[in-house]
């Protein structure tokens, strides 16, 4: 992260005697980035909306609007977001655990941080591909609960609409978890040594420790990792229902998620102005989700200003 | 001389205006309007008449084909680059070029080229709404206008699943006789059954076999399409014909009324009878089929161009029978094959309509034909098709079953039905989460809600109807 | 990087520990080992044994994924994962170093919003979006979907290196301006040898985003011979469903590069990757 540290020199004083020039020289660097972003986001969103407003080239008022609000399946797929929502803490959880047990281990640290991160890096279609080999019902990972004489644990993971948004659900687990452990264990490592000294003299056991000094201690990562799988389970999970479903969002609706819903509508059952609606639905959630992670960055970014 | 001006004036026209719209559908559809009645008027004539009015374009012209078809018959890239290479050699100015497109990607991908109104000239598309569809939207010219009708009246199921007032969307390819019950005598003999006749003499396969922990019929419906094959095979049973299914989806009738709903609970009483294997939900429908030819199953579906190389793959017309699905009802349609034809047609965009249709009638040629048969195994979608080269008896029951065959539902019902109320709850019925009653009464709830957020749903279909 | 510890565990603990990261790491390393272990066997030998390592390696698996599309793919993902990275290293350094050097009104909110927009799904800029394309007959380019990876990208990198320009001791940066270096100079002969590291672990990270992208991909590049690597091997799929060796050799070579990556570059994906959070400490 910051690889120097900044000194605390009054270079403010410098800069507050042109204001003036100085904002028209930053608007020259920053505009060629702010274009490109302007046009991406600030186009694609002014056009969804007016496009929510229209069929086949005429203004139909909220015609659109509810035709999706009372749509079942637009339901259902913001209920499994929702879903997917409620395991971040889980993930959250299963990251924590994993980080401060990395922490507390010194051989083969290295190795075991290799691994957790390794499902990180790799793309998501082939993620999927292999899961679905290995979540069959006569696959991979049944045969295993077979063998150890687990098998009443055996479930028709894909195919069964009670489980299948479980299964979907471990499998961005599995993903995701490596970027949380990574960051939680950066951030306690970097703590200075006082941090854990009462407790060394204590003589505190692993959780006491970790529960009452490295919970607080790391919690702004520990939020920040949250927000961003909040994200992630609302506006990035497509790739993972699309190949793991064949897009359909199946078994029955059982893994139908708001992307999904946008995606189909408009390339599959041609009806672009549901899918501006619906994806002016999303924005709307989304928009929640950004002035929270605004919120918290606001923070972060006005620290490193003002030092 | 006038008609030969006019339909060169119309081509270059349409080149040259490609960017405005309205003005393109406006000047082609007058072209198409002056093409069609200088044609109608000779039909006498052997050749076609738009033929005889355009000279051929002598400049170097290039043909895009988008397609799809190995999938369901192996060979069928072959025949196509044999065929491509024959006519360019006719037509030394003429390159044709193809792309074999992903089950997934077929339509997403005309779509795309919708959008951009630009892309290839032939394009391959499903029979029934498939073809009816682009139709409607505008995207395709109809292969009528630039094919004569005795020649298309060959075209096996040319009229009844691409007819629309009068016109003819797309041109049949091959046919899918829709769909094979593949069934392995020898398994059933080694377990002392006969081949079923009939609905219930199935259930009674399904109890013995599932006693001994064989799968009876293979089958795989992960990925969804497999359902709409079972409502073809078993929904056809108990309607008169496909107008009855038109009539649900524009609500004169409903998806609920008993000859549109039986079907949902024999679909249920197959799984109590323990007819599928354990892990359909969770295998795509290859992967099932692979279990047939493995011996792991006594029977399984396949597509019909691609039954007669399972059945050879499996141990040849010994060991394996290929029939109709047995009848659940007496309708006039039980027990009978469906049929449906894969077609191809010519897009609206197209600078060369009328070579594209001279590249689909050279398809058509006894040579062409022969050739199709001979490298995919399966039927060319003409009933000039010599049935005399076929030797194997049950692949050539196969095909005489296909030419007067019933008619194939899942074309005739909108394509967003079939994969949220077919697909979808083929899904649970087979998982055992949903009843027959309860699959039909969805289905029903999603056609009134269909006709009301696809809003020119009840109109297309309604035209379609008559 | 001193581990802070030093406090003395019971052995139990310790087993405890060990187990808890051999399960892990046994969950996340198996399905990279039955994609690769896959890739070399027959379709019998896999449905047989599919944890077994392969018996004698069979290539059959690699010939038929080696299709004619697929170097065009490779060749794909090669272009757009470089474009994107480039032109996104490029604007974002230009625009961190305008946040970080001039403080200007509402500097902080500019820059909020436009990190805020990491949480956008690209779903909802998909239709728009490819609906201009369409109009401007740039579906099936490679430069569209470059464009919308630098604008997708941006956000977070701009964050990233703001924050490391930020960090710059002022002492250096006013020598500079001293000499009578305009701000250009300044950001060109001091500023970029400074940020090698953070410049590389953003590539990184970027290319690891750019690589993966499937969903864009999918729908932008509809042309066979236009698609990534991501997009052919999810047709490959349905295809080849039931030759599994076919894809998981088709999977194996697309991810090889990254894994490689991965274990020589591990600093700098760490790095990178917890660049954004840990917040100046």
């Not at chain 2, 003409?382 to 899942?410: C, H, M, N, W």
């Not at chain 3, 405890?16 to 198996?30: E, G, I, K, P, S």
């Not at chain 3, 500019?110 to 779903?123: C, N």
């Not at chain 3, 990184?204 to 991501?230: C, D, G, I, S």
């Amino acid at each position: 992260m910051t690889l120097l540290r900044g000194k605390k020199e009054v270079a403010g004083v410098e800069m507050r005697r042109r204001p003036l020039l100085r904002s028209r020289e930053a608007a020259l660097w920053i505009a060629p980035a702010a274009l490109v972003i302007l046009f991406i986001f600030g186009y694609s969103v002014i056009t969804l909306l007016i496009q929510s407003f229209r069929y086949d080239g005429n203004w139909v008022g909220f015609d659109n609007f509810s035709i999706v609000i009372t749509d079942p399946l637009f339901h259902i797929a913001l209920k499994h977001n929702a879903i997917l929502l409620i395991t971040v803490p889980i993930l959250v959880l299963i990251a924590f655990v994993l980080a401060i047990t990395l922490f507390e281990t010194r051989r083969g640290m290295r190795f075991f941080r290799s691994a957790v991160f390794l499902p990180y890096v790799l793309p998501i279609p082939v993620v999927a591909v292999i899961f679905g080999q290995i979540y069959q019902l006569h696959g991979a990972l049944n045969v295993f609960l077979e063998s150890i004489g687990l098998d009443s644990l055996a479930q028709d993971w894909l195919g069964d609409p009670k489980v299948a948004l479980g299964t979907m659900s471990s499998v961005i687990i599995w993903k995701e978890v490596g970027f949380g452990v990574i960051l939680m264990l950066a951030h306690i490592i970097s703590l200075p040594n006082e941090t854990y000294e009462a407790a060394r003299i204590d003589g505190a056991g692993f959780w006491r420790t970790h529960i009452s000094i490295t919970r607080p201690a790391i919690l702004n990562t520990i939020v920040f990792y949250g927000v961003i799988e909040a994200i992630t389970m609302v506006s990035w999970v497509f790739n993972y229902v699309y190949v793991m479903s064949n897009g359909l969002g199946g078994p029955g609706n059982a893994t139908m998620v708001s992307e999904l819903y946008i995606y189909r509508s408009a390339f599959q059952d041609k009806a672009p102005e549901l899918a501006a609606t619906a994806a002016v639905f999303l924005f709307m959630a989304t928009l929640l989700l950004m002035i929270a992670f605004f919120r918290i960055q606001r923070k972060s970014i006005a620290g490193t200003f003002n030092k | 001389m006038v008609r030969r001006y006019l339909s060169a004036f119309s081509a270059r026209e349409v080149w040259e205006m490609k960017s405005k719209k309205v003005f393109v559908i406006g000047a082609f559809a007058l072209a198409l309007l002056l093409g069609a009645c200088s044609s109608s008027s000779d039909k006498s004539t052997e050749s076609t008449p738009t033929e005889s009015a355009a000279a051929f374009p002598t400049e170097d012209l290039t043909l895009n084909i988008s397609w799809w078809g190995e999938q369901e018959a192996p060979g069928a890239t072959k025949w196509l680059e044999e065929t491509i290479a024959l006519y360019t050699k006719e037509h030394p100015n003429v390159t044709i070029k193809h792309v074999l497109q992903t089950t997934e990607g077929l339509v997403p991908a005309f779509e795309a080229a919708a959008a951009a109104q630009s892309g290839p000239d032939i394009q391959y598309f499903w029979g029934g709404i498939y073809a009816q569809q682009p139709g409607w939207d505008g995207n395709i010219v109809p292969v009528s206008d630039y094919i004569a009708e005795d020649e298309l009246s060959h075209y096996i199921n040319a009229k009844m699943e691409e007819g629309f007032q009068g016109k003819i969307w797309t041109a049949p390819w091959y046919v899918n006789p829709s769909f094979p019950l593949l069934v392995r005598k020898d398994i059933l003999a080694a377990n002392g059954l006969e081949v079923p006749t009939n609905w219930d003499q199935l259930m009674n396969v399904c109890d013995a076999l599932s006693a001994k922990n064989i799968t009876t019929i293979a089958g795989g419906v992960k990925d969804g399409w497999f359902g709409g094959w079972i409502y073809s095979i078993l929904g056809a049973q108990s309607v008169q014909s496909q107008a009855d299914v038109i009539n649900a989806v524009v609500g004169n009738t409903k998806f609920t009324d008993p000859e549109h709903a039986g079907w949902w609970s024999k679909l249920e009483e197959s799984k109590k009878h323990k007819c599928w294997n354990d892990d359909i939900n969770s295998l795509e429908l290859y992967q099932a089929q692979q279990r047939f030819v493995d011996g792991k199953a006594a029977m399984t579906i396949t597509a019909g161009p691609d039954a007669p190389n399972f059945a050879k793959k499996a141990g040849g017309d010994e060991k394996v029978q290929i029939m109709a699905m047995p009848a659940w009802s007496d309708g006039p349609l039980a027990g009978k094959m469906g049929t449906t034809s894969q077609t191809l047609g010519i897009t609206k965009w197209s600078k060369y309509p009328e070579v594209a249709a001279d590249f689909l009638k050279f398809a058509h040629t006894s040579d062409r034909l022969n050739a199709w048969f001979a490298a995919t195994g399966s039927m060319p979608a003409d009933d000039r098709f010599d049935l005399t080269q076929v030797t194997s008896p049950s692949t050539k029951a196969l095909f005489e079953s296909a030419i007067q065959g019933a008619p194939y539902l899942e074309n005739f019902i909108p394509a967003k039905l079939d994969t949220d109320a077919v697909f979808k709850n083929v899904q649970l019925v087979l998982k055992g989460t949903m009843t027959g009653p309860e699959a039909a009464a969805d289905m029903q709830d999603q056609m009134e809600r269909l006709r009301t957020s696809d809003r020119k749903l009840v109109d297309n279909f309604t035209a379609w109807a008559k | 990087m001193k581990i802070n510890r030093g406090i003395r565990r019971s052995p139990l603990e310790a087993t405890f520990r060990y187990l808890l990261l051999t399960f892990m790491a046994v969950t996340a390393l198996v399905p990279g080992y039955i994609m690769f272990t896959a890739s070399f066997k027959t379709q019998e030998q896999f449905l047989r044994a599919p944890f077994g390592l392969p018996l004698h390696l069979s290539f059959g698996g690699y010939k038929s994924a080696w299709t004619n599309n697929f170097p065009h793919w490779l060749l794909n993902s090669f272009l757009i994962v470089t474009g994107s990275v480039i032109a996104t290293e490029v604007l974002a350094a230009l625009a961190a170093w305008g946040f970080a050097r001039f403080p200007f009104k509402g500097r902080e909110t500019i820059l909020g919003v436009m990190v805020s927009l990491m949480v956008v799904p690209p779903v909802v800029l998909l239709i728009p979006l490819f609906q201009l394309g369409v109009e401007l007959s740039l579906i099936s380019t490679l430069r569209l979907v470059v464009l919308i990876y630098v604008g997708l990208m941006l956000p977070f990198s701009i964050y990233m290196l703001t924050n490391f320009f930020k960090s710059i001791p002022e002492s250096i940066l006013e020598s500079a301006s001293i000499d009578g270096a305009s701000s250009f100079k300044t950001f060109k002969s001091i500023v970029l040898p400074l940020s090698g590291a953070p410049l590389a672990t953003l590539a990184v990270v970027n290319l690891l985003w750019a690589w993966n992208e499937l969903l864009l991909a999918l729908v932008f590049l509809q042309n066979n011979e236009k698609k990534t690597l991501m997009v052919g091997i999810t047709g490959f799929q349905s295809r080849y469903s039931l030759d599994i060796p076919t894809v998981m050799a088709g999977m194996s070579i697309a991810t090889l590069p990254l894994v490689i990556a991965y274990l020589f570059g591990q600093r700098f994906f760490i790095a990178g990757l917890t660049a954004g959070s840990t917040k100046g400490e």
